[in-house]
C-alpha cells in the first residue's frame, strides 16, 4: 500500500500561483509514476499532470501545459505542483496519485489516491 497526503491548497485571485504537495509513504518502491487530477463541481475527474518517478518525464494536459510545473524530490517521496497564472476555471479540487503502471495519463491506471486538496481561485 501507498499513503497520499496532499496539502497546499487555498484561495486565490486570478493570475495567483499556489504550490500543491503530496508526500507518499509505505511501498513508495513499487511507484513508477505520481500524478495530479483535479475535479470540478459537476465534472468528471481529469488528468493534469503526471512525472516518471526515475527519470523525472513530465506530462502536462493542455489546460495547463505553460502555467503548471511538476516535480519530484526523491528523497523525500514528495511531488509538487506548482501552479503559475491561475483561472477561475482552475478552480477544482486536486488529488494526488501513483500508478505502477506506465500509462500516466489516464486515471483508471492509478493504484492510489489522496484524499484531495481544494483549490478555489476568484476573479
Known amino acids: 500500500q501507498v499513503q497520499l497526503v496532499e496539502s497546499g491548497g487555498g484561495l486565490v485571485q486570478a493570475g495567483g500561483s499556489l504550490r500543491l504537495s503530496c508526500a507518499a509513504s509505505g511501498r513508495t518502491f513499487s511507484m513508477s509514476a505520481m500524478g495530479w487530477f483535479r475535479q470540478a463541481p459537476g465534472k468528471e475527474r481529469e488528468f493534469v499532470a503526471a512525472?516518471?518517478?526515475?527519470?523525472?518525464?513530465?506530462f502536462y494536459a493542455d489546460s495547463v501545459k505553460g502555467r503548471f510545473t511538476i516535480s519530484r524530490d526523491k528523497a523525500k517521496n514528495t511531488v509538487y505542483l506548482q501552479m503559475n497564472s491561475l483561472k477561475p476555471e482552475d478552480t477544482a479540487v486536486y488529488y494526488c496519485a501513483a500508478t505502477s503502471n506506465i500509462i500516466v495519463t489516464i486515471l483508471t491506471y492509478y493504484n492510489y489516491w489522496g484524499q484531495g486538496t481544494q483549490v478555489t481561485v476568484s476573479s
Open positions: 512525472i516518471s518517478w526515475s527519470a523525472g518525464s513530465t
